[in-house]
């Protein structure tokens, strides 16, 4: 099997370990020895009546980063902020409604703003050679094509269906963080690489 991911950069990465989600989403990874398509839906944010393609067919695996890899987030920019104080914006007590990544009023005013921006899809806003990489996963038929970002899914995935919706961008999974209190994640690349892992272990 092949793995594609799309960050800022294409590599290929095999973990050693496997990890799969138990039947909750608020309980804890275990170890084993198995999982199914349907144990590894519980990862995606939104509908999960779309079946997942059939593990016999599945011959790649692509993952695609949102921030500034798909989608040009915007950053902070340093005519407006010092220069140090642009690492605390990161920070989610940076502000009463959390950091740059945390807040989700910061993204939505993207461009010209929701109301603006989601009739024209977004236009301007995309990298668009990885969104034509992201088409053509999705309709290869032998790959697993995934959205993976490490917001939070209570105030992003709303907001991120439409953004991806608006380019027509129907990806087999779109995964967010779960909330700290749902799982106990150390950090992003912690999710990351369970999430990961649990994919591997099902295809």
């Not at 950053?75 to 990161?90: D, E, N, T, V």
């Not at 129907?170 to 649990?198: G, V």
Request: hydrophobic content about 40%.
């Amino acid at each position: 099997m092949t793995l594609n991911f799309v960050f800022t950069f294409r590599r290929t990465f095999f973990p050693p370990w496997t990890f799969v989600h138990s039947s909750s989403r608020s309980s804890c990874f275990r170890m084993a020895s198995s999982t199914t398509t349907d144990a590894l839906k519980r990862w995606c944010c939104g509908d999960q009546s779309a079946p997942l393609p059939d593990i016999e067919r599945v011959r790649e695996v692509h993952i695609y980063d949102f921030d500034n890899t798909l989608f040009k987030t915007p950053l902070p920019s340093p005519k407006l902020w010092f220069g140090p104080f642009i690492g605390k914006l990161a920070r989610p007590t940076c502000f009463v409604g959390g950091g740059w990544w945390h807040d989700p009023g910061i993204l939505a005013a993207t461009g010209g703003g929701v109301q603006v921006e989601e009739p024209r899809a977004w236009d301007g806003w995309w990298n668009e050679k990885v969104v034509e990489l992201a088409r053509l996963s999705i309709a290869q038929p032998d790959a697993l094509s995934i959205l993976l970002t490490g917001r939070g899914e209570t105030r992003f995935a709303d907001l991120i269906h439409r953004i991806i919706k608006s380019r027509g961008l129907n990806f087999d999974l779109t995964c967010l963080k779960p909330d700290p209190e749902n799982k106990p994640f150390k950090s992003t690349m912690d999710f990351k690489q369970n999430l990961i892992r649990a994919v591997l272990h099902t295809y």
